[in-house]
């Protein structure tokens, strides 16, 4: 049985969702549960036989996954931003499953009921869904050690939970975690390499790579005081704008951090090959889903895509 977060009411799992209402829907929505998109159209006939079969997968699911479906016929504005941001929205029917405000799978054209069975789960196992209930008291014990800094017992912890399931991407993201914060990155990058196939992508082995690469970043982060003088000598300097984001995020100040990188992107989104938006995903997918810093932050970021 999928399961991931508490059951919803089933007539909250598939919705219609025109493009005024994406950001909230989709973008802020994918924020603890996965939601899978059917960009479909009236006039398209593999649509009409598709679109049913992923809501039955969706049902099936009890909650691990939402579903929102897009006319693409009444939300060009939208698909042709999307398209600029990198979603192939040539042909319909197109899916596209987000997590945490980013696409996280995908697939185009008719699918048969197993395939697209198999494609729900990847999302759940994507979002660290697993069908391993029993061991949800063990995993927030280790948390919770991990959290009050007692690294040796939440190791420990986080190792008995693999014992039982190798395949625990929350538990494996967990001994990463514990290397970060007892400063061991060499053993946190060794333990990330060793991640089995399976859940090498999932969202918390994400999650732990974007922290151990914030934590590489803090380790030769700046002087705050001298990188604040050089943003406010040459306002228009991204270099310095983005050397000062890093060292605010090593200094404790996510929403600083966030704030600058949203001014480098307001100001030239394409600056240094998108330097500022990859690094605001990566601050993004180290924090926790539900963070206010992350919550805000991406419903800025979008306002300027889709503006």
């Known amino acids: 049985m999928l399961e991931l977060g508490g059951a919803q009411p089933q007539s909250d799992l ?25 960009f479909w159209a009236p006039w398209c006939g593999p649509c009409k036989t598709l679109g049913p079969m992923l809501e039955d997968a969706v049902r099936a699911a009890k909650g691990a996954v939402r579903m929102v479906k897009v006319n693409v016929d009444e939300a060009q504005r939208l698909a042709t931003a999307l398209a600029q941001q990198g979603l192939p929205l040539q042909s319909i029917p197109t899916v596209v499953a987000f997590y945490q405000g980013r696409p996280v799978d995908m697939f185009q054209g008719a699918q048969p009921q197993s395939e697209i069975k198999a494609f729900v789960e990847r999302v759940v196992q994507a979002a660290g869904g697993d069908a391993s209930g029993g061991l949800d008291d063990a995993v927030a014990a280790a948390e919770e050690m991990l959290e009050q800094g007692a690294l040796d017992d939440a190791m ?13 991407a929350v538990a494996y993201s967990g001994m990463v975690r514990c290397h970060i914060a007892a400063g061991h990155l060499d053993e ?65 100040d996510a929403q600083g951090a966030v704030d600058e990188l949203l001014e480098i992107f307001r100001r030239d989104r394409e600056w240094n090959d998108g330097a500022a938006k990859t690094q605001l995903f990566t601050i993004f997918e180290a924090l926790k889903p539900n963070d206010p810093v992350v919550l805000n932050g991406r419903r800025k970021l979008s306002s300027m895509i889709f503006a």
């Open 14 to 38: 598939i919705k219609d969702v025109g493009e005024e209402a994406f950001m909230a829907e989709v973008i802020d929505g994918s924020a603890e549960v996965p939601v899978i998109v059917d």
């Open 188 to 252: 946190a990058e060794a333990t990330l390499n060793g991640a089995p196939a399976e859940i090498a992508t999932s969202a918390p082995i994400e999650a732990a790579r974007a922290q151990l690469e914030l934590a590489r970043q803090a380790a030769g982060a700046g002087p705050l005081d001298d990188l604040r003088a050089a943003v406010e000598a040459a306002p228009d300097d991204h270099q310095a704008r983005f050397d000062y984001a890093q060292a605010l995020y090593a200094a404790g």
């Open 156 to 168: 420990q912890t986080f190792a008995a939970i693999l014992g039982e399931d190798p395949m625990h």
